[in-house]
């Protein structure tokens, strides 16, 4: 969108704010605020119309191009949440944009518009006010050629000198940018068959892991790049919405066993084009063409990092691969990526087979350690069965290569699946020494942190995981929940309010929204968060009946019909499915309706069968009416939580 050029009106002012429409920029006090581009065309599209009603349509009609009807509603809520992060506002209780439910935003603040030459000082960033007095001293007015002449020998020196850099910015070579930031775009498919995908996409999940382990660069997951198969936006587009320096892209071509892979680097702001190569080897070869990949475009950069960060790509000496065997495991890792019942059930014999045909090709035994653990998610078998035989896979990759981060944080996750903390959180440790970009690693490390209650610890891990995995619901999701444990509930909305439905997190998700509703007075909402829940289940009938209760007898009365229906409801799902139900949050659930018995005796359940969630249990808010019991200590003890763990847990929150 083109913000008007409005003669001298250039410059808005708000509050501490103030925004140069035309320059692009935001600064808070004089200090420059980052925004990126679509939130800031939105701030503009509503400081053109302050107090007005911005629809959700203009500015689609504005702001997001023809074609894009599909991203656009994720799009807008995502910029509309930006803005707010930037601007410290809340949805909640708005101070600058307003949500009108169902029909857009309005810009509640009041404006000033102010012409650029009145702006033009305090719009300089603060280094350069800084240095400026207070009150400027003039120049002398004469002699005017005596101060040009002192001015050009002063240059002269500090070109000689070259101080700062100064002679190459004036002589028009400009410095090679640093490069702090990669994303690696979906390699192409050049077999022309569309079952080859799946062998494009394992290379450029290698080629991510392989640059991860570059210490001091930011590069973008997989999960999130892969957001990016097909689309017909601009690398300076995509480089903005990941926040990236550089950009890969490139091609892949599998004929038979030998392997050719085209990539190129290019500067994600200017679309320059900075390297490109292109490999063939055999298919046995393939790890070490990933190695030659990832340390050509390290060496690309290698000059635009700083000293400290300027380090080889850490890898053991490439082994040959059985072919067969790393197709096999390729084909596992796109079942397993789906995280789906069925794929799950697919990624384990494609494992299997390929540790069968290769016993000594370590990434297929964590990718079985992987499938193992979502095994015992998905209930396919008892999480205590499902935790050892991913502790066993995991023991055996890192046999095999001790330097494989995944196989470390395969392992640090049965670790604590088994609660064996202190173990668990050195391999997690140790994982993301290895391989610091390792999305999976910190998200694992925040989840620890805040079983034991050290929360802020959690929230920096789980806001890693996100800036290395932005477009991963699942990792927004972690963030959110963390917040909501840490009694942090507006930030917790702030992230829940963002992610679509549905998802593997959709129920969950929404049964702590009503739990943040409930404990802020906001009883309505509560209950509407509990409908959404019901309906996701396909609970109708439930759903009716909460309704009806609330309007006639009130919250407390519909609760408990929400509750006592849930409860029905676990137990048939898990009749018709022909598995165990889920003891921990039937507990919970017990626990809410101040079934003490009952929910001791789920917990015990969970306990048997050794139900990873139980490592949350001394922060779990479900939980807090049972924490003066004795026997909750005693479990607690069992589960080899510490004491301050079950004393402090409720101090750290602020209800």
Partial sequence: MEVPKQSLRRVVRFGAFEVDLLAGELFKQGIKIKLQQQPFRVLALLLERPGEVVTREDLRQAIWPAGTFVEFDVGVDAAIHKLRAALGDSAENPRLVETLPRRGYRFIATVDRVAASEAAPSARPPEERASTPAEAVPLPKRRPLLWAGALAIGVAFLLAMNTGGLRVRLL?????????????????????????????????????????????????????????????KTLPEIGRELDVDVIVEGAVLRVGNRVRVTAQLIEASSDRHLWAETYERDLRDVLGLQDAIARAITNAIQIRLSASQQSPVAS?????????????????????????????????????????????????????SDAYAHLGQFLLLPPRVASFKARAAAERAIQLDETLSEARVSLAGALLLQWSWSAGEKELQRGIALNPNNALAHQWYGWLLSARGQFD?????????????????????????????????????????????????????????????????????????WLVVLRLRGEQEVAASVERDFRTSGFAAARRTYLW???????????????????????????????????????????????????????????????????????????????????????????
């Fill in 172 to 232: 028009g070579r400009s410095a090679a940018p640093r490069i702090q930031s990669i994303a690696v775009l979906p390699l192409g498919n050049l077999s022309g068959d569309s079952a080859q995908e799946y062998f494009a996409d394992g290379m450029t999940e290698a080629l991510v892991t392989k640059l991860g382990k570059t210490e001091g660069l930011r590069v973008i997951s997989n999960t999130s790049a892969m957001h990016y198969r097909g689309t017909r």
């Fill in 316 to 368: 053991t000496p490439a082994r040959p691969v059985d072919p067969e065997a790393y197709d096999l495991y390729l084909r596992g890792r796109a079942e397993w990526n789906e995280w789906t019942e069925d794929g799950t059930k697919k990624s384990i014999e494609h494992f299997q087979q390929a540790v069968q045909r290769d016993p000594g090709y370590a990434p297929a035994w964590a990718g079985l």
């Fill in 457 to 529: 610890a959690a929230i920096r891990e789980m806001r890693r995981a996100l800036e290395l995995d932005p477009l991963s619901p699942n990792k927004q999701n972690s963030l959110a929940a963390t917040f909501h444990r840490a009694g942090r509930y507006d930030e917790a909305l702030r992230y829940f309010s963002d992610l679509p439905d549905p998802d593997l997190n959709s129920e969950g998700r929404h049964r702590r929204i009503a739990d943040i509703y409930e404990r802020q007075g906001r009883l309505r909402e509560a209950i509407a968060e």
């Fill in 565 to 655: 229906g849930h409860l029905r409801d676990a137990g048939r799902r898990a009749e018709n499915a022909h598995r165990q139900p889920r003891p921990y949050s039937i507990a919970g659930d017990y626990a809410a309706l101040g079934e003490r018995d009952s929910a001791f005796a789920w917990l015990e359940r969970a306990f048997r069968e050794r139900v990873g969630l139980l490592m949350f249990l001394t922060i779990d808010d479900r939980f807090e009416t049972l924490r003066s019991d004795p026997r909750f200590r005693d479990l607690a003890r069992r589960i080899g939580l510490p004491d301050t763990a079950v004393q402090d847990s409720a101090s750290l929150r602020t209800y």
